[in-house]
């Protein structure tokens, strides 16, 4: 008898699902659906497959360089913030883990209150400072304006699996005979490691979907992906199937970053702070 | 070949955590810290190991100024209460660590981290990570790194606190032996007496960041040096009473009194606070001029072989240890014996007047 809800409730939870599932894929699959159709057969019919496949649209964006460059320096400047934000964080969030100076607290809450403001308020002074000092469309402008954003959400990520660490550790190495820099690298990343995926993960996500600072800081050389694609309303009119392809090009880096972080993500929100 | 301590202290945020200590650990003896919790051990052992700097005073090895070295630089084994061990790294490239930080060679590294396994029975885990180990084990593995680091000072911080009986037992026997033949010089913290009582050696008592007392454990068990250090040094801690010397005479309780015998006779008169370690009050009158007690049973704790008994006596909360199980009537009146043998004499400040006669004779 016991089991008669449980057999119940079963079935009526997998419909739930299903459509939950359901609801949430179908803007992707409709992305998905109009990559794969030809620009006529989108303004003139309604159709829930492509009737005649297509690829050409995806041609179009790996052949053509205003296209394909936009994806170019999405993924440089996205890199070099990695870098510089966990080279930045590291060391901040381990002296913030395990040190006691003053001021240390409000320094840290401060920190946070950076990422309370709006990319927008820093548009402008990053504009007037990166044209007057030359560093205005290039890679590494974007980079160090999403540094701003980044290093603090890096910092606090870090600093939660830094304080799980014993400090008898780090002491237990220094007797043992271990430099501090060797220490660092030896033993206490690889015991952080979930730590540093997911700092990676959401800084990976912050400065890849970023669209103002990094289409307000560049022109030409460093211009993103995002900002390629809503550049594009032409004479022509829109190209609808060219922007779908554009679309479903930039889920999959996020995508894939994802599937492979998605361990350390379960037991970095479970450990962490984030 | 030794480790001394010159007037070190140490404040923390306005606390004192030492106060000024003097202390002489020669090489090759096992030395006992034993105190409560939060009475310094720790704090003492951080200072010796140099992650902590004293705010005062010098630490000398052999008869070199080390007081601001680095940790690195001094040859320092330490073992945690917690089981510490880099969980990255396979157990056996945790016993090898310190070895390959001081640049031995290959096959050195890999004779002496055999060699400690063997001894901490580790040889069947090599590969494993030390989280897959049991608690034994990790602790064991820790062991085995301040074993192969053939360090000239090792430090054990309650090493067993974290363990099961069982384990703590097969541990505690063992550990001196594995010890014994490196010929350094050992600190064990621990709080509890039995424990520096089988492990032998020094004993030092420390009680709220002082170093009461020090010399070999038998001495300092018998020969107490004030009531701190007594009440330390024994488990469950030394019963005390108020007693009036007058002529030949110790007066206590309701007017009763017995004759003064032992190192107590050449004292003068007055009133003394006389101390008593619990196994050695009595339910049964053993020798002829025991002292009686009337006193109310509080609470009774069977652990098997023996019975604890709470006991109080005018305003004083005893405890006595008692053999075998007892069957006793809870809130009633209690009457006990001691034999006055077995009473140390207190000055009101505190420092021994008189030790044990029983003390003075074994």
Same mark, same amino acid.
């Given at each position: 008898?016991?089991?008669?809800?449980?057999?119940?409730?079963?079935?009526?939870?997998?419909?739930?699902?299903?459509?939950y599932?359901?609801?949430?894929?179908?803007?992707?699959?409709?992305?998905?659906?109009?990559?794969?159709?030809?620009?006529?057969?989108?303004?003139?019919?309604?159709?829930?497959?492509?009737?005649?496949? *297509?690829?050409?649209?995806?041609?179009?964006?790996?052949?053509?360089?205003?296209?394909y460059?936009?994806? %170019?320096?999405?993924m440089?400047?996205?890199?070099?913030?990695?870098?510089?934000?966990?080279v %930045?964080a590291?060391?901040a969030?381990?002296?913030?883990?395990?040190?006691s100076?003053m001021?240390?607290?409000?320094?840290?809450?401060?920190?946070?209150?950076?990422?309370?403001?709006?990319?927008?308020?820093?548009?402008?002074?990053f504009?007037?400072l990166?044209?007057?000092?030359? &560093?205005?469309?290039?890679?590494?402008?974007?980079?160090?304006?999403?540094?701003l954003?980044?290093?603090?959400?890096?910092?606090?990520?870090?600093?939660?699996? @830094?304080?799980g660490?014993?400090?008898?550790?780090?002491?237990?190495?220094?007797?043992?005979?271990?430099?501090?820099?060797?220490?660092?690298? !030896?033993?206490?990343?690889? &015991?952080?490691?979930?730590?540093i995926?997911?700092?990676?993960?959401?800084?990976?996500?912050?400065?890849?979907?970023?669209?103002?600072?990094?289409?307000?800081?560049?022109?030409?050389?460093?211009?993103?992906?995002?900002?390629?694609? /809503?550049?594009?309303?032409?004479?022509?009119?829109?190209?609808?199937?060219?922007?779908?392809?554009?679309?479903?090009?930039?889920?999959?880096?996020?995508?894939?970053?994802?599937?492979?972080?998605?361990?350390?993500?379960?037991?970095?929100?479970?450990?962490? +702070?984030? | 070949?030794?480790?001394?301590f010159?007037?070190?202290?140490?404040?923390v945020?306005?606390?004192? =955590?030492?106060?000024?200590?003097?202390?002489?650990?020669?090489?090759?003896?096992?030395?006992?810290?034993?105190?409560?919790?939060?009475?310094g051990?720790?704090?003492l052992?951080?200072?010796?190991?140099?992650?902590?700097?004293?705010?005062?005073?010098?630490?000398?090895?052999?008869?070199?100024d080390? /007081?601001?070295?680095?940790?690195?630089? +001094?040859?320092?084994?330490?073992?945690?209460?917690?089981?510490?061990n880099?969980?990255s @790294?396979?157990?056996?490239?945790?016993?090898?660590?310190p070895? !390959?930080?001081?640049?031995?060679?290959?096959?050195?590294?890999?004779?002496?981290?055999?060699?400690?396994?063997?001894? @901490?029975?580790?040889?069947?885990?090599? #590969?494993?990570?030390?989280?897959?180990?049991?608690?034994?084990?990790?602790?064991?593995?820790?062991?085995?790194?301040a074993?192969?680091?053939?360090?000239?000072?090792?430090?054990?911080?309650?090493p067993?606190?974290?363990?099961?009986?069982?384990?703590?037992?097969?541990? !505690?026997?063992?550990?001196?032996?594995?010890?014994?033949?490196?010929?350094?010089?050992?600190?064990?913290?621990?709080t509890?007496?039995?424990?520096?009582?089988?492990?032998?050696?020094?004993?030092?008592t420390?009680?709220?960041?002082?170093?009461?007392?020090?010399?070999?454990?038998?001495? %300092?068990? +018998?020969?107490?040096?004030?009531?701190?250090?007594?009440?330390?040094f024994?488990?469950?801690?030394?019963?005390?009473?108020?007693?009036?010397?007058?002529?030949g005479?110790?007066e206590?309780?309701?007017?009763?009194?017995?004759?003064?015998?032992?190192?107590?006779?050449?004292? *003068? #008169?007055?009133?003394?606070?006389?101390?008593?370690?619990?196994? =050695?009050?009595?339910?049964?009158?053993?020798?002829?001029?025991?002292?009686?007690?009337? *006193?109310?049973?509080?609470? /009774?704790?069977?652990?098997?072989?023996?019975?604890?008994?709470?006991?109080?006596?005018?305003?004083?909360r005893?405890?006595?240890?008692?053999?075998?199980?007892?069957?006793l009537?809870?809130?009633?009146?209690?009457?006990?014996?001691?034999?006055?043998?077995?009473?140390?004499?207190?000055?009101?400040?505190?420092?021994?007047?008189?030790?044990?006669?029983y003390?003075?004779?074994?």
């Amino acid at each position: 008898m016991a089991s008669i809800p449980a057999q119940r409730t079963r079935p009526r939870f997998n419909i739930v699902m299903v459509l939950y599932i359901l609801f949430m894929l179908l803007p992707i699959y409709w992305l998905i659906n109009m990559s794969l159709k030809t620009n006529a057969e989108i303004i003139s019919t309604f159709s829930l497959w492509p009737q005649n496949l *297509t690829f050409a649209n995806y041609a179009t964006i790996l052949t053509d360089s205003s296209w394909y460059l936009g994806y %170019v320096n999405s993924m440089i400047y996205v890199s070099i913030n990695m870098v510089i934000s966990l080279v %930045v964080a590291l060391p901040a969030a381990y002296a913030f883990s395990r040190y006691s100076f003053m001021g240390d607290k409000h320094l840290f809450f401060w920190l946070l209150t950076n990422r309370m403001s709006p990319p927008a308020v820093f548009a402008l002074p990053f504009f007037q400072l990166y044209s007057s000092v030359g &560093l205005f469309d290039t890679h590494i402008a974007v980079a160090l304006a999403h540094t701003l954003f980044n290093v603090p959400l890096a910092v606090w990520i870090l600093e939660g699996f @830094m304080r799980g660490v014993p400090k008898e550790i780090d002491e237990t190495a220094y007797i043992d005979g271990y430099s501090f820099p060797r220490f660092f690298v !030896r033993i206490f990343t690889p &015991l952080i490691s979930s730590g540093i995926g997911v700092a990676a993960f959401f800084i990976f996500m912050f400065s890849w979907v970023e669209l103002l600072l990094s289409r307000t800081l560049t022109s030409v050389n460093a211009k993103p992906i995002a900002a390629v694609m /809503t550049r594009t309303v032409s004479a022509s009119g829109m190209d609808w199937g060219v922007l779908a392809a554009a679309g479903v090009l930039t889920i999959l880096p996020g995508a894939l970053v994802i599937y492979f972080v998605r361990n350390h993500i379960a037991k970095g929100f479970a450990l962490g +702070r984030v | 070949m030794a480790l001394e301590f010159q007037g070190v202290s140490k404040v923390v945020n306005g606390q004192v =955590h030492i106060h000024p200590t003097d202390l002489m650990l020669h090489s090759g003896t096992m030395n006992v810290l034993l105190g409560p919790t939060l009475s310094g051990k720790t704090s003492l052992m951080r200072l010796m190991a140099g992650l902590d700097v004293p705010n005062t005073g010098r630490i000398l090895w052999q008869g070199k100024d080390v /007081t601001g070295m680095r940790v690195q630089d +001094r040859k320092v084994a330490m073992v945690y209460q917690q089981f510490i061990n880099y969980p990255s @790294m396979s157990v056996y490239d945790n016993i090898a660590s310190p070895m !390959r930080l001081m640049g031995k060679s290959a096959t050195e590294v890999d004779k002496a981290v055999h060699k400690a396994a063997d001894l @901490m029975r580790l040889s069947p885990f090599l #590969d494993r990570k030390p989280l897959e180990l049991s608690g034994g084990q990790q602790q064991r593995c820790a062991l085995a790194r301040a074993l192969v680091k053939d360090a000239g000072l090792v430090l054990l911080d309650e090493p067993l606190a974290n363990l099961d009986y069982k384990l703590r037992e097969e541990l !505690r026997s063992e550990i001196p032996k594995i010890f014994e033949e490196a010929g350094s010089i050992f600190v064990y913290a621990t709080t509890e007496p039995e424990e520096a009582l089988l492990l032998g050696g020094n004993t030092a008592t420390v009680w709220q960041g002082r170093v009461i007392q020090f010399g070999l454990t038998p001495d %300092v068990y +018998r020969h107490p040096l004030n009531a701190t250090s007594a009440r330390v040094f024994s488990d469950p801690p030394m019963n005390f009473l108020e007693v009036r010397k007058s002529g030949g005479r110790l007066e206590f309780g309701d007017g009763q009194s017995v004759a003064v015998t032992g190192p107590a006779a050449a004292l *003068t #008169d007055g009133i003394y606070r006389a101390g008593f370690r619990p196994n =050695h009050l009595e339910l049964n009158q053993h020798v002829k001029d025991a002292m009686q007690f009337n *006193t109310r049973l509080h609470v /009774t704790e069977i652990t098997g072989s023996e019975t604890f008994v709470h006991l109080e006596h005018h305003g004083e909360r005893w405890v006595g240890l008692m053999h075998g199980v007892q069957d006793l009537t809870l809130g009633a009146d209690l009457p006990v014996w001691l034999d006055p043998a077995h009473v140390y004499l207190f000055a009101q400040d505190g420092s021994l007047a008189a030790p044990a006669s029983y003390a003075v004779a074994a």
